[in-house]
């Protein structure tokens, strides 16, 4: 590294997405000196495209709720296989038990990622972008961490504070070995965008469908410009089928799919097809002396239920919390970092319980014949709206949906043994090939 004096801040930042743009703006509004650098140049591609409602209120206190409303599709809610005539059936988030915002965007995230990271600098954030941490160090007063550059530049940066928030690169996680594999969920995906899909009539041409197939579950986000996300997320022994170019697998179990085909049979891949692998993980631990992770970082399980950008946006506000408030009362660091983790593992674990189930054929049966007693279905499309931090009498609903899922499991517990045991195949499944580098978030 370069011999120069180091560089000093009061907070460095790692990865420039959702959850690091975000914590950046919210240190630097209380005073303190923040760098955030990001491994990539915006705008750059991502998935996970798809927002909550309850993203609504995280947008307003950052102040980019109309650029948010400017870049995006509204979505209404979420539509799922069903056995009715027309095949679906949609939660609309203007049901949900406790209120939210009607509706959510569809936003393209090189554009939402660059618009957040943007912010960060009107706010006063020291930003940088292609340009890589690489051996972060701690010691008892803070934190050296080098930067590289595209150049091939070095840079020694010291800091009293370091906020993990590389995403899928898991900096952090992969340095200190606390990065796990997931023990019960292992999946690979195809996914590109695509021009001249199908939308769904009227208010909810902005919806994200989803769709199951025998190896996995579909997605179908549509996307300002006229373009749809379209992913196939696979059980990792299925993508290693793979024959020609990844394009044309994705297409090939698209049309092996009526429904869904039925939407993009005239439309045409108008970017790159994607692909990665064995993405599913969490870390042992998520904070320590002078270090804090957020958003993906700490974990990812799958996107199934969009909850990616509000649980890392929202660990990013909680995380700009416990920051502040260490370095201005050290001795309180470690109370502040369980409180975090206990909220982070609350809204990971809700969202998780579904995820492990949904592809389970009780599941399917449930979402597919949807039934309000006790108001259960309100609070199924309040978790789908992403309120799982409040309660209201969403929490009991959702145990008690827990209860009945174990009994229409024993309905057809046959049918259930065998999807089981080929789920827990795939964690010993390894996937490699893949073409997207680790997404930030």
């Not at 024959?243 to 799919?257: H, N």
Request: charged share 25%; with cysteine; net charge positive.
């Amino acid at each position: 590294m370069s011999s120069a004096p180091p560089s000093v801040c009061d907070v460095l930042v790692a990865g420039g997405g959702p959850a690091g743009s975000t914590v950046a703006t919210l240190l630097a509004r209380r005073g303190l000196n923040v760098r955030l650098v990001e491994r990539d140049r915006h705008p750059r591609f991502h998935i996970g495209e798809s927002l909550l409602p309850m993203n609504r209120p995280i947008f307003e206190r950052l102040g980019v709720l109309d650029k948010v409303e400017a870049l995006g599709l509204r979505k209404a809610g979420a539509d799922f296989p069903a056995d009715n005539p027309q095949g679906y059936g949609t939660f609309r988030f203007a049901r949900s038990l406790r209120p939210t915002a009607p509706y959510a965007w569809q936003v393209r995230r090189d554009q939402f990622d660059q618009m957040l990271f943007q912010h960060a600098g009107e706010n006063g954030v020291q930003t940088s972008q292609a340009t890589r941490v690489r051996n972060v160090r701690f010691d008892a007063q803070g934190v050296d961490a080098d930067l590289l550059d595209a150049e091939g530049r070095t840079e020694t940066v010291r800091a009293r504070y370091f906020v993990d928030a590389s995403g899928r690169d898991t900096l952090l996680g992969s340095q200190l070995h606390l990065k796990r594999k997931h023990d019960q969920h292992q999946s690979a995906a195809l996914f590109a965008h695509f021009s001249g899909a199908l939308r769904r009539p009227g208010d909810d041409a902005g919806n994200i469908s989803i769709y199951r197939f025998a190896h996995g579950w579909v997605w179908m986000i549509p996307l300002p410009d006229g373009l749809m996300s379209v992913g196939a997320v696979c059980w990792p022994e299925y993508l290693k089928q793979r024959r020609g170019s990844p394009g044309e697998f994705l297409i090939d179990t698209l049309r092996a799919m009526p429904e869904a085909w039925a939407r993009l049979e005239h439309a045409r891949i108008a970017d790159h097809c994607h692909v990665t692998g064995n993405y599913s993980y969490t870390c042992a631990q998520i904070g320590g002396p002078r270090w804090l992770m957020v958003g993906d970082a700490i974990a990812f399980v799958d996107p199934i239920f969009s909850s990616g950008v509000l649980l890392a946006m929202d660990s990013a506000e909680q995380a700009a919390q416990v920051v502040a408030g260490a370095l201005s009362k050290p001795r309180d660091e470690a109370k502040l970092q369980k409180r975090y983790a206990q909220r982070v593992g609350r809204g990971l674990n809700m969202f998780s319980w579904f995820i492990f189930r949904f592809t389970s054929p009780a599941m399917a049966q449930m979402f597919g014949n949807p039934r309000n007693f006790w108001r259960i279905e309100e609070a199924v499309i309040s978790l789908l709206a992403g309120d799982v931090y409040r309660d209201g009498g969403v929490r009991w609903r959702l145990l008690m949906f827990r209860m009945l899922y174990r009994l229409t499991r024993l309905g057809m517990l046959g049918r259930e043994r065998q999807a089981f045991a080929a789920r827990q195949r795939q964690t010993d499944v390894e996937f490699t090939g893949g073409t997207t580098p680790q997404d930030h978030v």
